[in-house]
């Protein structure tokens, strides 16, 4: 306490309308706390308490918040609070006035979770118009006078309060801090500020996703601040997508996914089918999904790359099933994530869906993975595109290893070296005994393209500037860049190798995305702006397939995980738009939708510019870039119905994919596994 007096007068004042202000909000946590308690009966003590101290971190952030503007404007004389009694009494006002707001708005939201078990949201805004009816419906709904005498009690008795508060702590201290203790105390405030507004002590702040660590809503209901969700939705608020578009497609996209007519519901939009796949391994098959950062097609020597920069990659596919025409529907990474967990196109407009808090909840084939463990590795920090709320909310038991669960350097912004993941993953692999699931997140094939100290054994290569330009490297670094995650994907499986686990294991490696920069121009994939989208996807299973081939079909990333299980034998409920690749034959539907550009099929591709117009590519033939779509308007309509199908079921699923039990929700769908053709 000596030590506080002796503090600046403003940094008093701050101080303790900062420590009421966090008071109010913890009041207002224990009370909702108290209010919902039985929603949390079944959540685990720890997960509540857990919940409760993130919630503690939000409401110090918001309570710093509205405090700085006084921490940014109370230095200047006419607006110090204790300069004169104005000025005390404007910033008394100020923050009283503010308290009005957030009182009403917890008020809200107390009423808002009572009714839909959600937190307050920006969605809050569709059911404000028009204005008229939504004030009826309040006034006939809740006690309107009572609930306004009332906030208005509790800010005049907050205003009452600060105003006494800060009486005593702007009296003159007996003894102020000597010249530069006392700069080096201001100093030491406003890092503790930013830090507490920060959040955490990582590379990314705290955001809303932290809140989702556990699977049960309610958990996460009692971390979120209301008043800062709000906010974190906001830029969500509007929902993309159109019930009756999507209602008027929904016989063709029933029958693209094989749904069979008695299984249809055009009436609630329903493409569940449950799936029993006709290859049963006689025991279970662990998977391992490894995701390669910036894998564009064109850079991997099997695509016939020149400069041979992925010998170790190429080894493996040329021994599993290599499809050569796999697309990803948008180039941003957490975008790639989103879509191959969830089997939706992520459409989101204004960002990755990952970072939209209204559409967290998702179902995902992962968790017709029953009795298996699940791990997730990332070199950095989950936080980044708000993916733990992406992961750890829909997949419960998943154990997340990511910034500072390594015994290893960090390189740069995106953490440890790929190679040091890869062994981390392969440590935690080498003793398991019941069969495991891992999603392992490569970082490291990306700007800057650090290489480590600790290289393992690798080694720069060099070539000049004309040569990678021709083999679609823009500098030497990106080269390197790609051979290392190439060099850590042979160290992995080296250790592998060696261990019980590989022959019981399937390994999956998808490029998340490529890259939109220079490609080689023997291709007409630079040209046609595709390099972006074009990448990747090896099955390698030592254990289940025996000869390696190549699949030249049109594929797409949401067709991932029900190829994976249908590979292995699991039964799943499939809610989405994927579908197995390895039960579909030459007279199937092959396509690929291409968020912001059009729809691939095997023969063309169609491309729709920003007012709607057609161009027509018959992308594999020998004149790849002719537009054609004044020779072919009936495949301009079929592909234009195929686009609009696809993209309005897509904004439609990503709204309406909750997660659901993985079971017999109508007869089995029983198909043959053609991977049978490969052994």
């Known amino acids: 306490m000596p030590m506080f007096k002796r503090?600046?007068?403003?940094?008093?004042?701050?101080?303790?309308?900062?420590?009421?202000?966090?008071?109010?909000?913890?009041?207002?946590?224990?009370?909702?706390?108290?209010?919902?308690?039985?929603?949390?009966?079944?959540?685990?003590?720890r997960d509540v308490l857990t919940a409760l101290v993130l919630?503690?971190?939000?409401?110090?952030?918001?309570?710093?918040?509205?405090?700085?503007?006084?921490?940014?404007?109370?230095?200047?004389?006419?607006?110090?609070?204790?300069?004169?009694?104005?000025?005390?009494?404007?910033?008394?006002?100020?923050f009283a006035a503010v308290q009005f707001v957030l009182l009403l708005l917890y008020f809200v939201d107390f009423g808002h979770y009572g009714y839909l078990r959600l937190r307050l949201n920006a969605s809050v805004l569709d059911h404000l118009f028009p204005v008229a009816v939504a004030a009826r419906m309040a006034w006939e709904t809740y006690p309107v006078v009572w609930g306004l005498l009332g906030l208005t009690a509790l800010t005049l008795g907050y205003a009452w309060l600060a105003r006494r508060a800060t009486r005593r702590v702007l009296a003159p201290a007996p003894a102020s801090l000597a010249k530069w203790p006392r700069r080096a105390a201001v100093a030491m405030l406003a890092a503790l500020y930013f830090f507490g507004m920060y959040g955490k002590w990582s590379l990314y702040p705290l955001r809303w996703s932290e809140a989702y660590f556990s699977a049960n809503d309610a958990v996460a209901a009692l971390a979120l601040n209301p008043v800062l969700f709000l906010e974190d939705t906001f830029d969500n608020r509007s929902r993309p997508y159109d019930a009756n578009k999507v209602r008027e497609h929904y016989p063709y996209v029933a029958s693209l996914l094989g749904l069979k007519t008695d299984a249809r519901d055009p009436q609630n939009l329903s493409f569940a089918r449950y799936i029993v796949p006709e290859r049963k391994p006689a025991a279970p098959f662990n998977l391992v999904v490894i995701h390669l950062e910036s894998f564009a097609a064109f850079k991997a020597g099997v695509f016939g790359n020149r400069l041979n920069p992925t010998p170790y990659f190429d080894a493996v596919a040329k021994k599993g099933i290599l499809f050569t025409n796999f697309f990803v529907p948008e180039v941003p990474t957490a975008r790639s994530v989103f879509t191959m967990l969830t089997g939706i196109p992520d459409v989101n407009p204004q960002s990755a869906a990952s970072r939209n808090p209204l559409i967290v909840n998702q179902h995902t084939l992962v968790n017709a993975l029953e009795g298996y463990e699940k791990?997730?590795?990332?070199?950095?920090?989950?936080?980044?595109?708000?993916?733990?709320?992406?992961?750890?909310?829909?997949?419960?038991?998943l154990r997340m290893y990511e910034e500072g669960d390594y015994d290893a350097p960090q390189e740069d912004a995106w953490g440890i070296s790929d190679v040091a993941l890869f062994e981390k993953a392969h440590e935690v692999f080498k003793d398991r005994k019941q069969p495991f699931f891992a999603?392992?997140?490569?970082?490291?094939?990306?700007?800057?393209?650090?290489?480590?100290?600790?290289?393992?054994?690798?080694?720069?290569?060099?070539?000049?500037?004309?040569?990678?330009?021709?083999n679609g490297f823009d500098n030497l670094a990106a080269y390197n860049g790609m051979r290392f995650l190439d060099y850590a994907l042979g160290y992995f499986f080296a250790q592998a190798r060696q261990s019980p686990y590989f022959r019981s294991t399937v390994f999956v490696m998808y490029g998340d995305h490529g890259n939109p920069n220079p490609a080689p121009r023997t291709t007409p994939w630079e040209t046609l702006m595709l390099t972006g989208h074009h990448v990747p996807l090896v099955i390698y299973a030592p254990g289940l397939i025996k000869q390696g081939r190549r699949i030249d079909f049109t594929a797409s990333l949401p067709d991932s995980l029900p190829t994976y299980l249908s590979l292995i034998g699991k039964p799943y409920l499939n809610t989405a738009l994927g579908r197995d690749l390895l039960a579909l034959g030459?007279?199937?539907?092959?396509?690929?939708?291409?968020r912001q550009e059009g729809v691939l099929t095997d023969e063309f591709f169609l491309r729709l510019d920003p007012r709607g117009q057609p161009r027509l590519y018959r992308y594999r033939s020998?004149?790849?870039?002719?537009?054609?779509h004044e020779r072919y308007p009936d495949k301009v309509a079929e592909l234009r119905r195929l686009y609009e199908a696809l993209l309005e079921t897509s904004k439609y699923l990503m709204y309406h994919n909750p997660p659901r039990p993985h079971a017999p929700a109508e007869p089995p769908v029983r198909h043959a596994n053609r991977v049978a053709a490969a052994e």
């Open 439 to 470: 999603f392992i997140q490569t970082a490291g094939n990306h700007r800057p393209y650090t290489i480590p100290k600790d290289q393992r054994g690798f080694e720069l290569a060099h070539a000049d500037d004309k040569t990678l330009l021709d």
């Open 375 to 397: 791990f997730y590795f990332l070199g950095s920090s989950a936080n980044w595109g708000n993916i733990r709320g992406l992961l750890a909310h829909n997949i419960p038991g």
């Open 622 to 628: 020998q004149a790849p870039t002719q537009d054609v």
């Open 55 to 94: 919630g503690f971190r939000f409401d110090l952030r918001l309570a710093l918040i509205i405090g700085l503007p006084l921490a940014l404007l109370g230095w200047i004389r006419p607006l110090h609070p204790a300069g004169s009694a104005a000025a005390r009494r404007a910033w008394i006002g100020y």
């Open 7 to 45: 503090l600046p007068a403003l940094a008093r004042f701050l101080l303790v309308l900062t420590a009421i202000n966090l008071a109010v909000f913890v009041a207002f946590r224990l009370a909702f706390w108290t209010v919902f308690r039985s929603t949390l009966a079944d959540a685990p003590a």
């Open 586 to 594: 030459p007279d199937d539907p092959h396509f690929s939708l291409l």
